[in-house]
């Protein structure tokens, strides 16, 4: 299985004079601390001094205070109704990452101090929704709030604890109702004991073993499945987001292979409740640019030539795959996930 990655720490720890007000802030800092990371604390709320390079801005947290307008639920389809965030930005250094071109500035990581604030904001949401809770075959989801728009918040929950927090709040929430959230790390160790009362759905990020020279600083698709195991065991609704899905060498097989290592990771689980969610790899001029400057070395394709030009309903352009490809990847990747895993869900596929 390889060695167990540690943590992630970060070098500089930036925090703002507003979150340290809160002892959410605080205690983020104090683990930080602990951990070795230099703290710097700025005179004002406003963040400066940030690093250009990429090298030093992934090794950098802020600690900051969401604004009214960052804490302004907003929809989030096909995943959920409504999205909130707990932080932006994340640790590993994935080629293909979809921050590169939905997040402005420098690939630092924002997390967010005021999270009480942020929860006391979602019971006005409940019912509301146009993805869950409007939707017949997904109305046993009750309404859904997603946490992981854009960050990772497993990766980050050794610092902010917010994860265990938001399970917490849920189980205990008395409505029809569900948090969800995507990782690509493992260190599930500190949730399985949590009183989530089914109310948290966790999806596992997982590909193709061959995507995995994309995936830089995450845990092996080994230690992935086998915290989805864990959490599975410990009754929590779980899921894969397979994503993003390439135009692999083989890639038939290559996916076929990993629906298997699925299957056999969950051999024995009593009762399991598993989605998938299935995303194709689509990029935009911005993502491509931002990304080719991170990661200049990278043998993600992102040939316009050899894709479909797609306009978006707010008017930008993305990159999606030809429609007869995905079709015949739709049907052969469906295909597969019937034969190794029946009793799974299904959700969309884009």
Wanted: charged share 20%; aromatic share 8%.
């Amino acid at each position: 299985m390889g060695a167990v990655p540690s943590p992630w720490v970060p070098r500089f720890v930036l925090t703002t004079p507003s979150a340290l007000a809160w002892a959410e802030g605080a205690a983020i800092v104090e683990r930080a601390a602990a951990l070795g990371s230099e703290v710097i604390r700025l005179r004002s709320d406003r963040l400066t001094g940030l690093p250009d390079a990429y090298r030093d801005a992934k090794r950098t947290l802020a600690v900051i205070v969401a604004s009214p307008s960052r804490r302004r639920l907003r929809p989030i389809p096909p995943s959920a109704d409504w999205r909130f965030d707990l932080a932006e930005g994340c640790p590993a250094h994935c080629s293909y990452c979809y921050l590169a071109g939905s997040l402005a500035g420098p690939p630092i990581i924002r997390v967010y101090a005021n999270l009480p604030e942020i929860l006391a904001g979602l019971p006005e949401a409940v019912g509301r929704g146009a993805v869950t809770s409007a939707s017949t075959a997904r109305a046993g989801e009750g309404t859904t709030f997603e946490c992981s728009c854009y960050t990772d918040p497993l990766a980050l929950e050794h610092l902010t604890g917010h994860l265990a927090a938001c399970i917490t709040r849920f189980g205990a929430w008395e409505a029809p109702v569900q948090l969800r959230f995507t990782t690509k790390f493992d260190a599930v160790g500190p949730l399985l004991p949590l009183r989530h009362c089914g109310r948290t759905r966790v999806r596992f990020s997982v590909n193709a073993r061959e995507a995995a020279r994309h995936e830089g600083g995450a845990p092996r698709m080994t230690r992935r499945l086998t915290a989805l195991r864990a959490m599975g065991t410990a009754g929590y609704p779980v899921g894969l987001t397979v994503a993003p899905i390439l135009r692999l060498p083989g890639w038939a097989d290559a996916y076929d292979r990993l629906f298997a290592d699925v299957a056999a990771a969950l051999d024995g689980v009593a009762g399991i409740d598993l989605t998938a969610e299935l995303i194709t790899h689509r990029f935009t001029p911005k993502s491509k640019e931002v990304l080719s400057g991170w990661y200049p070395g990278s043998s993600l394709e992102m040939d316009e030539t050899q894709r479909r030009r797609k306009t978006t309903k707010f008017g930008s352009e993305k990159y999606v795959f030809p429609r007869d490809e995905m079709t015949t990847m739709r049907t052969a990747i469906e295909g597969s996930i019937a034969r190794w895993l029946p009793a799974a869900k299904t959700l969309y596929w884009t």
